[in-house]
């Protein structure tokens, strides 16, 4: 079964240090990737996706990503953290027909 | 961008009753919508998928008679809480996915909407 894993709950950086939130995934074949990020009580907003070409992925708001295929990752990366990054992140994989299955969810937690 | 919209934001109804959440593309047209449910700081569940003009897709454990889902225009689906029950509160959202190159400048092709927050008393 197609699946994405998000392995940490919560992620706590200090402004100005760089972030991580993980991603791993499993599918048969290759793999669409996206991540997602939800502000409270708002719908997602899209950051980047991983389709195929170039392994590092340039996104919404300074975001990138690096996908993987030995260690099946798509992790979220951004240099410089900002207080307003904190926010819960969604790590997705799309379906054929567009449907989006998405990993529990991290919540970044970037403090002054 | 693509925008998509939700209405209500959010509603709270007595149990029994029957709750319709309206989800709007309002500047592509929307061949394929979702609708999610979200529990409180825990992921989005897909319930089910609607293409314009043919009966939704349920997810397997989602009843297809207590989530209608209508989907009767490119810009318009519906999801309809029938007989809702304290359980049914959840936060509900939509996405909507455009007609050919329908995307923004990082390749977004799928828009979701602010979500609905439903309380059932």
């Known amino acids: 079964a197609q699946s994405v894993a998000q392995p940490e709950d919560q992620v706590n950086v200090a402004e100005g240090n760089p972030l991580t939130v993980k991603c791993t995934y499993s599918v048969s074949g290759n793999p669409y990737l996206f991540w997602y990020v939800q502000y409270p009580n708002r719908g997602l907003q899209f950051l980047l996706k991983y389709i195929t070409g170039d392994n590092l992925v340039k996104g919404s708001y300074g975001f990138e990503a690096e996908f993987n295929k030995s260690q099946t990752s798509f992790h979220l990366k951004k240099p410089s953290a900002l207080v307003s990054d904190s926010a819960l992140y969604f790590c997705?994989?799309?379906?054929?027909?567009?449907?989006?299955?998405f990993g529990q969810g991290t919540e970044l937690s970037v403090k002054p | 961008g693509a925008v998509v919209s939700q209405h209500p934001s959010r509603v709270i109804c007595k149990s029994g009753t029957s709750v319709k959440i309206e989800c709007r593309s309002l500047d592509f047209q929307a061949t394929t919508m979702f609708w999610y449910r979200q529990f409180p700081k825990q992921s989005l569940m897909l319930m089910a998928t609607s293409n314009e003009g043919s009966k939704a897709t349920y997810e397997q454990g989602v009843e297809k008679d207590k989530f209608l889902i209508n989907h009767a225009s490119l810009t318009l689906s519906t999801l309809t809480v029938t007989s809702a029950h304290p359980e049914d509160s959840s936060f509900y959202i939509c996405s909507a996915r455009g007609h050919g190159r329908t995307s923004d400048t990082f390749g977004n092709e799928q828009f979701f909407g602010p979500g609905t927050r439903l309380t059932v008393l």
């Open positions: 997705a994989v799309r379906f054929q027909g567009g449907k989006l299955i």
